[in-house]
């Protein structure tokens, strides 16, 4: 399945605006984030993404993108998905959190499977959902 984050960034985004609050991103600012990279501290950024304070807000299932204006300059703001780390509101604080990897969006695995390399111990197989009929 592709990632729920994008799906879940869009839905936020517009419930926060919706409440008439500020929505803020917390922005993991790797190499491939296209930021302000004087705004940048401890390898991330807190980008306000209002109607008022952006123009051109796309969020697809790849990328936010935005023009924005820093310091009075104007700037393309490109943000890979996978590198959002949170959406929420200014005056509360309300929002979502996601993990800093696009691995945190699969549920954590179960059981010893695992053989501590990132993949499937050989030889193990994937557990189906174990689902059954309660009368």
């Known amino acids: 399945m592709t990632s729920s984050r994008p799906y879940l960034i869009r839905a936020i985004y517009e419930w926060i605006v919706d409440n008439d609050m500020t929505p803020h991103l917390l922005v993991d600012a790797a190499a491939e984030v296209v930021v302000p990279r004087e705004y940048v501290e401890n390898g991330r950024i807190v980008l306000n993404v209002a109607p008022l304070a952006v123009s051109?807000?796309?969020?697809?299932?790849?990328?936010?993108?935005?023009?924005?204006?820093?310091?009075?300059?104007?700037?393309?703001?490109?943000?890979?998905?996978?590198?959002?780390?949170?959406?929420?509101?200014?005056?509360?604080?309300?929002?979502?959190?996601?993990?800093?990897?696009e691995d945190g969006d699969e549920p954590p695995s179960s059981g010893g499977d695992d053989d501590g390399s990132g993949g499937k111990a050989e030889g193990s197989r994937r557990k189906g959902p174990s689902l059954r009929v309660v009368k």
């Open 56 to 101: 051109g807000l796309l969020i697809s299932n790849e990328a936010v993108t935005f023009n924005a204006r820093f310091g009075g300059r104007p700037m393309n703001v490109m943000i890979p998905v996978d590198r959002v780390l949170a959406i929420y509101t200014r005056e509360n604080g309300q929002g979502m959190m996601f993990a800093e990897s």
